[in-house]
């Protein structure tokens, strides 16, 4: 094997690896969770719905777990986001709430 392909290799897996999110706007994200997400948070878990991510035993525990986790919202509500509309939305919570590292 040459050292470039060894190279290439190694850059690819530290591209699969990083956070999923990387380059995603969680600025973004913000208004399109503010918009869409928060209500039914908050009437279910009170305030304004954030502990449902900082509850003792929340569901997502990955930052792959958390785009899941935003990708099956987006399908089951039907709000037809983009797949860098979830990516942001997941990056803003990662951001605000769960600070995974990957
Ligand atoms: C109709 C109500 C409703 C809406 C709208 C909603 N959610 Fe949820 N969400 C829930 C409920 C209920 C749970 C808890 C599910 C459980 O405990 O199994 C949850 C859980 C979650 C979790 C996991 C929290 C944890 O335990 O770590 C995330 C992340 C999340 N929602 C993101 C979103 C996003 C992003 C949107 C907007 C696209 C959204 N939700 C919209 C009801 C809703």
């Keep these: 094997m040459n050292s470039y392909l060894i190279i290439g290799l190694l850059l690819l897996s530290n591209h699969v690896l990083a956070e999923p999110f990387t380059s995603a706007d969680a600025q973004a ?3 399109l969770v503010d918009k869409h997400c928060i ?3 908050a009437s ?3 305030g304004d719905g954030s ?3 900082t509850r003792e035993f929340h ?3 990955t930052a792959k777990g958390l785009v899941a986790q935003v990708r ?3 399908t089951m509500l039907g ?3 983009f797949e860098d509309e979830e990516l942001n939305a997941a ?3 990662n951001q605000t709430y769960y600070k995974f590292s990957e």
């Design 51 to 53: 502990t449902i991510y």
């Design 72 to 74: 099956n919202c987006n």
């Design 39 to 41: 209500n039914c948070h």
């Design 91 to 93: 990056k803003y919570l």
């Design 29 to 31: 994200g913000k208004v």
């Design 59 to 61: 569901k997502v525990n």
């Design 44 to 46: 279910s878990y009170g």
């Design 79 to 81: 709000l037809k986001w």
